[in-house]
């Protein structure tokens, strides 16, 4: 509905968060008789939107690799990146890293966020944020891009492949790379949430 249209600002798909739209329609619904179900709806949708994904990716990555991805990388730790901030509150980083413990509690996760401080991402978030964008990419084999940071939009994602492990999967959760993804190389795959491949309409 957004594509290439010059007179609407729908957002990409994407998790929201943050400290005030998590809360807020459960404010109002506590607050009226009449219950806003579609906004309850949008929320209860949203806080599943971590489950599903990774569970879809874990499937998808085993299917190319009869493997489960052991090296996860989550880039964008905020609860978003545009406009840029360094609020954790509320971010659905915290609820990816739960899901993905629940499926492989032996992986090895590892974060990155050019505007979140370190110590904070490792009280709140409970792993290890890499300040070097190549080193936290080296041998990875699942990749999240949880918010739309410029950093990550800005991205070439044929230098990534040239870092992470054959077989990498790319899990985008805002499109910022669906028109570019094709160009990608056999080793490297991609999926933002909504595509096609992806199954989420």
Same mark, same amino acid.
């Given at each position: ?86 609020? =954790? ?5 915290? +609820? $990816? ?5 629940? @499926?492989?509690?032996?992986? &090895?996760?590892? !974060? ?63 499109? =910022? ?5 094709? +160009? $990608? ?5 991609? @999926?933002?949430?909504?595509? &096609?491949?992806? !199954?989420?309409?």
């Amino acid at each position: 509905a957004n594509h290439n249209y010059p007179r609407s600002s729908i957002a990409k798909p994407g998790p929201v968060g943050g400290p005030c739209l998590e809360k807020d329609p459960y404010i109002l619904s506590s607050s009226i008789d009449i219950k806003p179900k579609l906004s309850l709806m949008g929320r209860e949708n949203n806080e599943s939107l971590m489950s599903y994904s990774v569970d879809y990716a874990f499937k998808y990555y085993l299917n190319i690799n009869n493997t489960l991805p052991s090296k996860i990388v989550i880039l964008g730790l905020a609860f978003k990146g545009n406009p840029e901030t360094s609020d =954790l509150r509320g971010t659905l980083a915290k +609820s $990816l890293v739960d899901n993905i413990i629940s @499926i492989n509690s032996n992986a &090895s996760i590892f !974060g990155h966020d050019p505007s979140v401080n370190k110590e904070e991402s490792k009280a709140y978030l409970g792993i290890e944020q890499v300040e070097s964008f190549d080193l936290v990419l080296q041998d990875a084999d699942l990749i999240f891009i949880q918010n739309n940071h410029f950093y990550y939009s800005s991205l070439n994602l044929q230098s990534i492949a040239n870092k992470v492990n054959f077989g990498c999967l790319i899990y985008d959760f805002w499109a =910022l790379h669906s028109d570019f993804s094709i +160009s $990608l190389p056999n080793s490297v795959n991609y @999926i933002s949430l909504g595509s &096609s491949c992806d !199954g989420a309409r």
